[in-house]
Nanobody, 123 residues
Framework: QLQASGGGLVQAGGSLRLSCAAS????????IGWFRQAPGKEREGIAC????????IYADSVEGRFTASRDGAKSTVYLQMDRLEPEDTAVYYC??????????????????WGQGTQVTVSS
C-alpha cells in the first residue's frame, strides 16, 4: 500500500515536501513514480525514483525544481518541491512500478497507486 501526504497551500516561490509511505513488502528493486493531475488536464508523470540506488528521472516541467529521494529504510519516498508556481497546482499521487520495473513517467504501467494529496500554489 502507498500513502501520499504533505500537500497544502503555499505561495508562489515557496516549497513543499510530499511523502509517500510504502507498507507491506518493500524488498527488492522497484520504482516509485510521482504524478499529478490538475483540473481539466491529463495526468502528468513528473518524477521517478529507483528504490535500490536512488536514481531519478524528471519531467522537463519540474527538472531543477523538484527532487525525489528515499529514506535509508527505503520505505518512504519524498518529493521536495521548490520554487513552486501556480501551474504546479494539482492533486499529486505516488505509484509503484513493481512487476516489470524500469524508469518511466507513463502512469499506465504502474502497478499500485496511493491516494492523492492536494497541492495549491497561490500567485
Amino acid at each position: 500500500q502507498l500513502q501520499a501526504s504533505g500537500g497544502g497551500l503555499v505561495q508562489a516561490g515557496g516549497s513543499l515536501r510530499l511523502s509517500c509511505a510504502a507498507s507491506g513488502s518493500t524488498d527488492g528493486d522497484y520504482y516509485i513514480g510521482w504524478f499529478r493531475q490538475a483540473p481539466g488536464k491529463e495526468r502528468e508523470g513528473i518524477a521517478c525514483i529507483r528504490i535500490s540506488d536512488g536514481g531519478t528521472i524528471y519531467a522537463d516541467s519540474v527538472e531543477g525544481r523538484f527532487t525525489a529521494s528515499r529514506d535509508g529504510a527505503k520505505s518512504t519516498v519524498y518529493l521536495q518541491m521548490d520554487r513552486l508556481e501556480p501551474e504546479d497546482t494539482a492533486v499529486y499521487y505516488c505509484a509503484a512500478h513493481v512487476f516489470t520495473p524500469y524508469y518511466t513517467l507513463l502512469g499506465d504501467v504502474y502497478d499500485f497507486w496511493g491516494q492523492g494529496t492536494q497541492v495549491t500554489v497561490s500567485s
